[in-house]
């Protein structure tokens, strides 16, 4: 591995900070896959400008992080542009270090995106987006950071001494993880933490519903016939409904800490709207009955994926129909000021699509369930009209996969 920071062979100042990802090197062509899902949004080829090897670049933007996969001798048939991957799918195979070498390697980067019209980099690479790169390792699970630390206490590199970190400099970004040189194998112990110290990850989200209790209605984000677009609202529906025929159980989508709870009466129960904050993100449950399974729930309750959250709320039909508001974005402070509930909010939210933010598996799952889903009707307007008119989960600005 030659980290990200090291400034021997990527020195200041066409490098002002060192080498701006991390190079895996194996002694075998060994394949690369996808760390994430997401949307391949540009492939691009060049010839390395000190080895004369030919070698592809693939650009997966997954919300608003890129990951990079770059010196790449070939690519799957299967990505190309507009293609959805998942994780673990083949991207490409890696590039020999030198022509005719029996080493292979790739240069791999991380960061936030930026579309522009075409720039040509030093090496003669031209792109049309821009990577801020961000050190990966506190976005990574936490049992790939374990092995990725353990990988890297091991790995063959020579200026550990220098540079004894995955990311170093002004790219450290997490605790723990330093390599140890050691003399013997049973020396080298991975460092099993690494605690952001700037910004944390966002969370991986599951769906607000078991397997069991699976919703078999949804009114999807963007949606602008019943909720039209206001000064307030430009987007339309700023969340997902999930709708189901008998009363359901809501969960936890991710670990985090109770920040708000605000009350109303729509439809004649009391509804809570639930605000749960972790790290940057905010998700929201409007849910009832929510103390007969969280007694003590209050604001700053810590909350944990899976729990029950309460349940879904009667619409009022008279025919068992329930249905839940469900809305995922960034936090914002509050304003002093009432919201047209006549509210004043502690918390705003500015909406995101969740779908990015999902599990692999989770993802595939919501998908397989709108596919299915009914959509409800709306005046004089059917449910198939309606989804042809929004086809998404999230759909206009917020689509963002």
């Not at 100042?13 to 991390?22: D, F, K, N």
């Not at 890297?152 to 004894?164: H, M, N, V």
């Not at 000064?231 to 359901?248: E, K, L, M, T, Y």
Request: hydrophobic share 35%; net charge negative.
């Amino acid at each position: 591995i030659m980290p990200m920071g090291e400034t021997i062979n990527h020195p200041p100042p066409s490098s002002p900070s060192g080498h701006v990802g991390l190079d895996f090197q194996w002694d075998h062509q060994a394949p690369v896959v996808a760390a994430v899902g997401g949307v391949v949004v540009e492939i691009v080829s060049t010839t390395h400008t000190e080895t004369g090897i030919f070698n592809y670049s693939v650009y997966v933007v997954t919300g608003e992080y890129i990951v990079n996969y770059t010196t790449l001798e070939s690519v799957d048939p299967s990505i190309t542009v507009g293609s959805q991957v998942v994780a673990g799918q083949l991207i490409g195979l890696p590039t020999p270090v030198q022509k005719d070498a029996e080493w292979h390697m790739i240069h791999w980067d991380f960061g936030t995106w930026e579309k522009h019209e075409p720039r040509t980099d030093p090496d003669g690479l031209t792109t049309t987006y821009t990577t801020t790169r961000i050190c990966p390792v506190p976005y990574f699970t936490d049992s790939e950071r374990e092995r990725l630390f353990r990988i890297w206490s091991t790995a063959s590199y020579g200026a550990k001494d220098q540079f004894p970190d995955l990311c170093n400099g002004v790219w450290k970004n997490y605790s723990g993880g330093t390599a140890v040189e050691s003399t013997s194998e049973s020396e080298a112990s991975p460092i099993a933490t690494a605690t952001p110290s700037k910004s944390e990850p966002p969370p991986i989200l599951i769906l607000p519903f078991t397997t069991e209790q699976e919703p078999v209605g949804m009114m999807p984000m963007g949606e602008t016939i019943l909720h039209p677009a206001t000064p307030d609202n430009p987007n339309g529906h700023p969340g997902i409904d999930f709708q189901w025929a008998f009363r359901s159980e809501v969960i936890a989508a991710t670990d985090g800490e109770v920040a708000e709870i605000r009350t109303s009466q729509p439809h004649g129960s009391l509804l809570y709207s639930v605000l749960v904050i972790s790290g940057d993100f905010v998700v929201a449950y409007d849910v009832v009955d929510i103390y007969s399974v969280n007694p003590d729930l209050s604001v700053g309750s810590k909350v944990m994926s899976g729990q029950v959250m309460g349940y879904a709320e009667s619409i009022g039909s008279g025919d068992g129909w329930t249905m839940m508001h469900w809305a995922f974005g960034k936090w914002l402070p509050g304003s002093e000021k009432p919201n047209p509930e006549g509210v004043v909010e502690r918390f705003r939210v500015d909406y995101m699509c969740p779908v990015p933010y999902f599990s692999e598996i989770e993802r595939l799952r919501l998908f397989r369930l709108w596919d299915a889903a009914i959509y409800p009707d709306a005046g004089e307007l059917k449910g198939a009209e309606l989804r042809e008119l929004f086809p998404d989960v999230c759909n206009g600005p917020y689509k963002n996969y």
